[in-house]
């Protein structure tokens, strides 16, 4: 059972990113994913989320519009696209697996998390 979220990096405000979240173990396609964040100092927080079927997707109020999940299950990706990126968006960004009823919002439904990868938007 493994979770791994990927590419993370450097840019500048306003630029874009998109994050890879690969699950390993073909059970996985039958979850909804979470993406969450943890700024310096701060608590994770809940940032999107993918329903099994991709049907379903929430978002945190401050990245609707700018943030976009997605997922390929042949490639069993998670895809979180990040655009109009701000400073307060820097953060290390986690992928999570639940298989409880999607309620993307419950952290406790998360079973599986995988390692983080950072992300630091500059000014």
């Known amino acids: 059972v493994q979770l791994q979220a990927s590419g993370g990096g450097s840019v500048q405000t306003g630029g874009s990113l998109r994050l890879s979240c690969t699950y390993r173990?073909?059970?996985?396609?039958?979850?909804?994913i979470g993406w969450f964040r943890q700024a310096p100092g701060k608590e994770r927080e809940f940032v999107a989320g993918?329903?099994?079927?991709?049907?379903?997707?929430t978002y945190l109020d401050s990245v609707k519009g700018r943030f976009t999940t997605s997922r390929d299950r042949a490639k069993s990706t998670v895809y979180l696209q990040m655009s109009s990126l701000k400073p307060e968006d820097t953060a290390v960004y986690y992928c999570?697996?639940?298989?409880?009823?999607?309620?993307?919002?419950?952290?406790?439904?998360?079973?599986?998390w995988g390692q983080g990868t950072e992300l630091t938007v500059s000014s």
């Open positions: 999570a697996a639940s298989r409880t009823p999607y309620s993307p919002l419950n952290y406790s439904g998360y079973h599986y």
């Open positions: 173990g073909c059970t996985f396609d039958d979850y909804h």
């Open positions: 993918i329903s099994w079927n991709g049907a379903s997707t």
